[in-house]
């Protein structure tokens, strides 16, 4: 079973500013798409930001202008640049990876926006 490991969140101040990695458990796992959701309780899971394996990246209209992603191809990686954080980005943070037509998750790492 492939696995996704993020790492990066935390407590951020509103305005700040927060980087979250993820990277696949195996280096050699080719994935097509990879990026982030979210969640908040009582809410549907929402995309957040995808980059394919040609560097097309898409974005959730909440983030747009706010957040970058990159990907590194042969490492499996996957970065989420968060820039002017607000109080509605706080959420779990997941990972998303597409690979032969099924999908991965990460476990998920809590963003919180707050001062």
């Known amino acids: 079973q492939e696995q996704l490991v993020e790492s990066g969140g935390g407590l951020v101040q509103p305005g700040g500013s927060l980087t979250l990695s993820c990277r696949a458990s195996r280096s050699n796992f080719t994935i097509a798409t990879m990026g982030w959701y979210r969640q908040v309780p009582e809410k549907q899971r929402e995309m957040v930001a995808v980059?394919?394996?040609?560097?097309?990246?898409k974005f959730g209209d909440s983030v747009k202008g706010r957040f970058t992603i990159s990907r590194v191809l042969f490492e499996n990686t996957v970065t989420l640049r968060m820039n002017n954080l607000n109080s509605e980005d706080t959420a779990v943070y997941y990972c998303?990876?597409?690979?032969?037509?099924?999908?991965?998750w990460g476990k998920g790492t809590l963003v919180t926006v707050s001062s």
């Open positions: 998303y990876g597409s690979s032969g037509g099924s999908d991965y």
């Open positions: 980059i394919s394996s040609f560097g097309d990246a």
